[in-house]
Structure formats: structure tokens, C-alpha cells
């Protein structure tokens, strides 16, 4: 599935009809790509009960939105939203396709790839066009970046995480084309969702949180910063979680966190390693 001259794809993605940040991320990058390439952004968007959100992604630089709007779509099921983006796709001819880092995208990307017998590169942190006019994806490796490129295959396939790329301005004034998919026949798949259960999420999300510190193995010689942070009484909402005992710094973290920042998940005497992984959200 070789092709020079197709549009550059973007798989959108919708929780509770809402779409995340991470696409509209996507679509400005695709934008920045295709108008290098001199060619169009798609994107592809499936869910249910939805209304103005293909207007949305036009506003954020798709030329055209394929829509699925059917009950089979509300919720993301691997085998029905592989076959749906690989139909598709064999039939559009996409020169690359994009897909946010997500807990979806991670599981659908590699799935989609594996069904075009294309190449995926994973958790790109800078996404260009080189001299050969092919998709020059970086991820780092080795202390530095390395350059991946798909020469043969098609579509030229990159995941990025959420805050890699600017949320571009919407231009309300933009116009687009909305494609309308078939609703799926659910009878046709081996796999159905019957109930879902949400659970709403606690404290600050990693990519909303303005300072990250991130300590691993060795966290017990905490940095001076990362103890001033905290000194500084600014809060962070998932606990410090310990496997295996540390007294030395349990007993440093309370003094500067309190009790409340610490949890430590049993004793365990007969442990040498400790595992240590941490990672602070501070508002």
C-alpha cells in the first residue's frame, strides 16, 4: 500500500463525546505536514450520539472528517475500530496516519499497522517531513534522538503523547467535508460491551500538571529541589508509594509532607531490593 500523493491521517479519539486535547494536538502537527506535502488532513471519528465535533476537528484543520455516529461506535472496542480504520484506510489510500499515545491509541495503532502491513513508530517526540518528502519520526534513544522512516510501506504510521505538540487556534471559519460511515453490525464481532463502569479520576493529570519530578531507584538521597518543592507545601495528589521498607526515607518525607503523602504498602522484612518509583504532581 504505496502512495505518494494521499492525505495525512489523523485517528481522533472521544470520551463521553468529548474529544481530548491529543487530537486537536495531532490535527496541528497533520496540518503543519500536509501543507508541506501539499496535501489534505483527515480524521477519523467514531462514537455515538455526537453533534458538532466533526466541526470541531474541520476548526482545527481537517479538510474532511469520516463520522461514525452509531451506538457501535460509543465505545471503543479493538476488533470493531481496527476493521472499520483498515477498510478505510485501504480504501483512501493514506500517505500517513496519526494517532495520540493513548491507552486506546497504544492497543489500536499497533493493531491497524499489523493489518496494513505498514511500520508504527511509537512515542515520537518531533514529527517532520525530510528532503525525500517521507515522514522523519523522532524518539529518543541512546542519551540523544534517533530518526525512524517508513520508505516502502504505506501508511507512514507515528503514536505521539498528549502534550508533544500545541493545541493549535481553532479557526471557526474554516470549512470541511463530513463524511458519514455505516453504523457497524455488532452480530459480525466475536467481542460486545454490555455495561461500562466509570470511575472519575483523582488529583491533577500528568499532562495538566505544571512540574513533574520523577525520582526512581536511589530515591532515598532525595535532591535538595525535590525536598524544597515539598517544604513549599505545594500538593500533589497521588501518594508516594514504597515497595518494601525505607525508614529513612519514609521518616524524611513525613517531616517535609506530612503523613498524608506517604503510603506505604506493608512491611515486608525479608525484601533486599527496594523498588522505588515516584512521581509528584504539584499544582
Not at 23 to 29: I, P, S, V, Y
Not at 158 to 187: K, M, S
Request: positive net charge.
Amino acid at each position: 500500500m504505496k502512495n505518494n500523493t494521499g492525505p495525512v491521517w489523523v485517528i481522533a479519539e472521544q470520551i463521553d463525546c468529548r474529544i481530548p486535547s491529543i487530537t486537536f494536538q495531532l490535527l496541528g502537527q497533520a496540518r503543519k505536514l500536509a501543507d508541506e506535502l501539499k496535501t489534505t488532513v483527515e480524521a477519523v471519528l467514531l462514537g455515538n450520539k455526537m453533534k458538532d465535533q466533526p466541526r470541531q476537528l474541520i476548526a482545527a484543520g481537517a479538510d474532511r472528517v469520516y463520522f461514525g455516529n452509531a451506538p457501535g461506535f460509543e465505545v471503543y472496542q479493538s476488533e470493531i475500530y481496527t476493521k472499520v480504520i483498515v477498510d478505510l484506510a485501504r480504501h483512501q489510500h493514506p500517505k500517513i496516519m496519526l494517532i495520540g499515545s493513548t491507552s486506546v491509541g497504544r492497543e489500536l495503532a499497533p493493531l491497524v499497522a499489523a493489518r496494513l502491513k505498514t511500520g508504527l513508530t511509537a512515542h515520537c517526540i518531533d514529527l517532520v517531513i525530510n528532503e525525500n518528502g517521507l515522514l522523519d519520526a523522532k524518539i529518543p534513544a541512546y542519551g540523544g534522538l534517533i530518526s525512524i522512516i517508513c520508505p516502502e510501506k504505506r501508511p507512514q504510521m507515528a503514536t505521539v503523547a498528549g502534550g508533544v505538540f500545541e493545541n493549535p487556534d481553532p479557526d471557526e471559519n474554516r470549512t470541511g467535508e463530513i463524511t458519514v460511515l455505516a453504523a457497524p453490525d455488532l452480530n459480525s464481532f466475536r467481542v460486545q460491551t454490555l455495561e461500562t463502569v466509570t470511575e472519575n479520576p483523582k488529583g491533577v493529570p500528568l499532562e495538566s500538571a505544571p512540574i513533574v519530578v520523577a525520582c526512581g531507584a536511589g530515591g532515598y538521597q532525595l535532591p535538595g529541589l525535590v525536598l524544597h518543592f515539598i517544604s513549599q507545601k505545594h500538593s500533589f495528589d497521588r501518594g508516594l508509594q514504597f515497595v518494601g521498607q525505607f525508614p529513612r526515607l519514609t521518616e524524611k518525607l513525613k517531616r517535609y509532607a506530612g503523613n498524608s503523602a506517604v503510603n506505604l504498602l506493608g512491611n515486608h522484612p525479608n525484601r533486599t531490593r527496594v523498588v522505588l518509583h515516584l512521581v509528584l504532581f504539584f499544582l
